[in-house]
């Protein structure tokens, strides 16, 4: 049962960071739905886009969908994923899919999002010490201080470049764009 303590502690911390935020602010990802256990495709209606990157490890069943795929070691690899994941993107929009679109864009923003802190920092660490205890699993410096930038790995600044363009065509698409407005009209 330790794990489903640490679970509990979590969906905690991260109602807390929630908290912290005006009431009814659009941009709130609701981390207190169990997303193990939900099925975000039969279930669109309690999705939230949220900010940036907000539960791209989370929704299920996107994140089973999406995760094999998501490589940014080499250019070569983030070539491939992102690709793929683009790929699956436009057969998300064809299918009408939200969710699923969303889902896709998020995982090429954090394709480059992490391509670019390991350019920036070697081996990724950003922030000196460790995330405080309370605050595990929630975004943030916390009062850390960030850690001087490494020279630029050219190697994970080439993968940043490769997912930026796509996650950019992404965000770009027309029916995307469609798509989320109606979604955020529909249910917030």
Do not use: C
């Amino acid at each position: 049962m330790p794990e489903l303590d640490e679970a509990a502690h979590q969906r905690s911390l991260d109602r807390e960071a929630l908290r912290r935020r005006p009431p009814g602010d659009p941009r709130k990802f609701d981390y207190s739905l169990d997303y193990a256990a939900l099925d975000l495709r039969a279930r669109p209606e309690l999705y939230r886009v949220g900010v940036g990157e907000q539960g791209v490890l989370r929704v299920q069943p996107y994140k089973s969908e999406l995760l094999p795929h998501w490589r940014f070691a080499t250019p070569e690899a983030a070539q491939g994923s992102s690709e793929t994941i683009y790929q699956m993107f436009l057969d998300y929009l064809v299918a009408g899919d939200f969710v699923g679109a969303d889902m896709a864009r998020k995982f090429l923003q954090m394709g480059y999002t992490r391509s670019r802190r390991y350019a920036n920092h070697k081996g990724g660490k950003k922030y000196d010490g460790p995330v405080p205890g309370d605050l595990k699993g929630v975004s943030g410096a916390h009062g850390r201080a960030e850690l001087p930038r490494s020279p630029e790995d050219p190697v994970k600044a080439e993968s940043a470049r490769i997912f930026r363009v796509r996650w950019d065509e992404a965000a770009a698409n027309p029916e995307y764009v469609r798509l989320k407005k109606a979604h955020q009209a529909k249910y917030g």
